[in-house]
T-cell receptor
Framework: NAGVTQTPKFRVLKTGQSMTLLCAQD?????MYWYRQDPGMGLRLIHY???????AKGEVPDGYNVSRLKKQNFLLGLESAAPSQTSVYFC???????????FGPGTRLTVT | AQSVTQPDIHITVSEGASLELRCNYS??????LFWYVQSPGQGLQLLLK??????LVQGIKGFEAEFKRSQSSFNLRKPSVHWSDAAEYFC?????????FGAGTTVTVRA
């Protein structure tokens, strides 16, 4: 039982490049979330999903897209990376019963 | 709006001393409440949670928290801090389908 895993762990992009971050969970959780964490800003919700095939915007969705084609995977895409998207990205998941979220180890993204 | 707030941005404590981190909530009904810890370079780990029942909740790593409805608080405590407790601590509560996180409290442990 690996829990929540994130791929890749680190990435450096040039401005304008695109990439996809993969989050996978093996706990059969309904809900999945993408957050970004920046110094002094805490955790901010980018997008989330309440089930396979559904997505919704969080607090800071601009510049990001997501997809939840399979229940166990939640993809976060950056179509045209900007330096403002330099951050640490965390994925989380939970059941539909309570609000306890399980977090992945994070992806550190630098956009130059 | 349903939310949690952490009044203290940074706390420094001596190793072996007690620690208390504050969390205030604004919910009408009894909320689910959580404390998470994030060690440097790591993801968030659940320390403890409160759903209902006993207002004193025990967690991992020797931490406990007390739910006080009269004060709208869910403060985290540890009787004797270890150097490995240096980390950032987040209080969280539900907000629609999501969790609302406090801004976090960074704990520094001095020898």
């Amino acid at each position: 039982n690996a829990g929540v895993t994130q791929t890749p762990k680190f990435r450096v992009l040039k401005t304008g490049q695109s990439m996809t971050l993969l989050c996978a969970q093996d706990m059969n959780h309904e809900y999945m979330y993408w957050y970004r964490q920046d110094p002094g800003m805490g955790l901010r919700l980018i997008h989330y999903s309440v089930g396979e095939g559904t997505t919704a915007k969080g607090e800071v969705p601009d510049g990001y897209n997501v997809s939840r084609l399979k229940k166990q995977n939640f993809l976060l895409g950056l179509e045209s990376a900007a330096p403002s998207q330099t951050s640490v990205y965390f994925c989380a998941s939970r059941t539909g019963v309570n609000y306890e979220q399980y977090f992945g180890p994070g992806t550190r993204l630098t956009v130059t | 709006a349903q939310s949690v707030t952490q009044p203290d941005i940074h706390i420094t404590v001596s190793e072996g001393a007690s620690l208390e981190l504050r969390c205030n909530y604004s919910y009408g009904a009894t909320p689910y409440l959580f404390w998470y810890v994030q060690s440097p370079g790591q993801g968030l780990q659940l320390l403890l949670k409160y759903f209902s029942g006993d207002t004193l909740v025990q967690g991992i790593k020797g931490f406990e928290a007390e739910f006080k409805r009269s004060q709208s608080s869910f403060n985290l405590r540890k009787p004797s801090v270890h150097w490995s407790d240096a980390a950032e601590y987040f209080c969280a509560g539900p907000n629609d389908y999501k969790l609302s996180f406090g801004a976090g409290t960074t704990v520094t442990v001095r020898a």
